[in-house]
């Protein structure tokens, strides 16, 4: 470089430095500016029906559904169901033994293990976020703050989503290693011998089933009924005991054979929480922002007039 444009170019970088002043700050985060005007409060099935569609379990609801809403200047933007917890259940058994039945249970003992979850814990058994607030954050902190103000000592999760989103994890949940489902092999066998596609694939199985005559399509669909049913608690239990059966024989082909998938395959994540606020008065209301006010294990600091 000549001795001119050696001139030039130091004469640029002292004026740029002059005029551009560059910060960096340490473990810069982004924060969404919306989640301070979103609000945690007790909803209705209406805000349910609002957004049902978006979740994958639209179809029914939980036993002893309870409803929570977070609230956007009037607009509902996420609905979490919490529910009644299953009696027996093999993944809390690896989290809580004693509650394991020991094969020398009475009615009494049993009797006090129901007795014992129905007053101890709750289960968070549908949770949805509209699309237009997903990876913003919002998730996590409204299942930390719901989890508080249902007020239970331990709340409890089974979700197939947290293998790939750690929304329960960052909400302050511990999970267990995952198993398979209690029919899974005896599903598996089924589907194999029923179909010849791959029995995680709907739509091959779907297309399989197109290619059958009438008749012989509407007898596998009666056998995967009969099997479906006889294996499902779901169908017998909460908002369907009493009418599963008559539901299940309603089923078009999709919705049958995604049950039965469902049944068979799936694997959830089951994760605990204790919650620290047990025993003190819950807020009717909180603000999403809340959850930063302390770790996700620890009691609730938030104070209203901050």
Same mark, same amino acid.
Request: glycine share 6%; aromatic share 10%.
């Given at each position: 470089?000549?001795?001119?444009?050696?001139?030039?170019?130091?004469?640029?970088?002292?004026?740029?430095?002059?005029?551009?002043?560059?910060?960096?700050?340490?473990?810069?985060?982004?924060?969404?500016?919306?989640?301070?005007?979103?609000?945690?409060?007790?909803?209705?099935?209406?805000?349910?029906?609002?957004?049902?569609?978006?979740?994958?379990?639209?179809?029914?609801?939980?036993?002893?559904?309870?409803?929570?809403?977070?609230?956007?200047?009037?607009?509902?933007?996420?609905?979490?169901?919490?529910?009644?917890?299953?009696?027996?259940?093999?993944?809390?058994?690896?989290?809580?033994?004693?509650?394991?039945?020991?094969?020398?249970?009475?009615?009494?003992?049993?009797?006090?293990?129901?007795?014992?979850?129905? #007053?101890?814990?709750?289960? !968070?058994?549908?949770?949805?976020?509209?699309?237009?607030?997903? *990876?913003?954050? &919002? %998730?996590? +902190? /409204?299942?930390?703050?719901?989890?508080?103000?249902?007020? #239970?000592?331990?709340?409890? !999760?089974?979700?197939?989503?947290?293998?790939?989103?750690?929304? *329960?994890?960052? &909400? %302050?949940? +511990? /999970?267990?290693?995952?198993?398979?489902?209690?029919?899974?092999?005896?599903?598996?066998?089924?589907?194999?011998?029923?179909?010849?596609?791959?029995?995680?694939?709907?739509? &091959?199985?779907?297309?399989?089933?197109?290619?059958?005559?009438?008749?012989?399509?509407?007898?596998?669909?009666?056998?995967?009924?009969?099997?479906?049913?006889?294996?499902?608690?779901?169908?017998?239990?909460?908002?369907?005991?009493?009418?599963?059966?008559?539901?299940?024989?309603?089923?078009?082909?999709?919705?049958?054979?995604?049950?039965?998938?469902?049944?068979?395959?799936?694997?959830?994540?089951?994760?605990?929480?204790?919650?620290?606020?047990?025993?003190?008065?819950?807020?009717?209301?909180?603000?999403?922002?809340?959850?930063?006010?302390?770790?996700?294990?620890?009691?609730?600091?938030?104070?209203?007039?901050?």
């Amino acid at each position: 470089m000549t001795r001119a444009r050696q001139s030039v170019a130091g004469a640029f970088q002292r004026e740029s430095d002059a005029l551009t002043q560059i910060e960096r700050a340490d473990a810069a985060c982004a924060r969404f500016s919306l989640l301070e005007r979103m609000f945690v409060e007790r909803g209705t099935k209406r805000d349910w029906e609002l957004l049902h569609e978006l979740h994958y379990k639209a179809e029914n609801l939980p036993s002893g559904p309870r409803f929570w809403r977070l609230d956007l200047e009037g607009e509902t933007v996420g609905v979490l169901v919490t529910a009644t917890p299953k009696g027996l259940l093999k993944e809390r058994h690896l989290a809580f033994p004693h509650l394991k039945p020991d094969g020398q249970d009475t009615r009494l003992t049993n009797t006090h293990r129901y007795k014992w979850i129905n #007053a101890n814990m709750r289960v !968070i058994s549908r949770f949805v976020v509209d699309t237009m607030y997903r *990876g913003v954050g &919002a %998730g996590y +902190r /409204f299942m930390n703050l719901v989890s508080r103000i249902e007020g #239970a000592p331990i709340m409890e !999760i089974q979700s197939s989503m947290s293998k790939f989103n750690l929304f *329960g994890q960052k &909400a %302050g949940f +511990r /999970f267990v290693r995952p198993l398979n489902a209690n029919k899974y092999v005896q599903g598996l066998t089924f589907l194999r011998s029923t179909f010849a596609a791959h029995p995680a694939d709907l739509e &091959a199985i779907l297309a399989e089933l197109a290619g059958l005559d009438a008749a012989r399509r509407e007898a596998v669909l009666e056998e995967v009924r009969a099997f479906y049913y006889r294996h499902s608690a779901l169908e017998k239990t909460g908002s369907n005991r009493g009418n599963g059966q008559t539901r299940v024989a309603a089923m078009d082909a999709r919705t049958l054979v995604k049950s039965l998938q469902q049944l068979v395959l799936a694997s959830p994540m089951y994760g605990v929480w204790k919650n620290p606020d047990a025993g003190r008065p819950p807020p009717e209301r909180l603000p999403l922002i809340a959850f930063d006010a302390q770790e996700p294990t620890r009691p609730l600091a938030w104070r209203g007039d901050e």
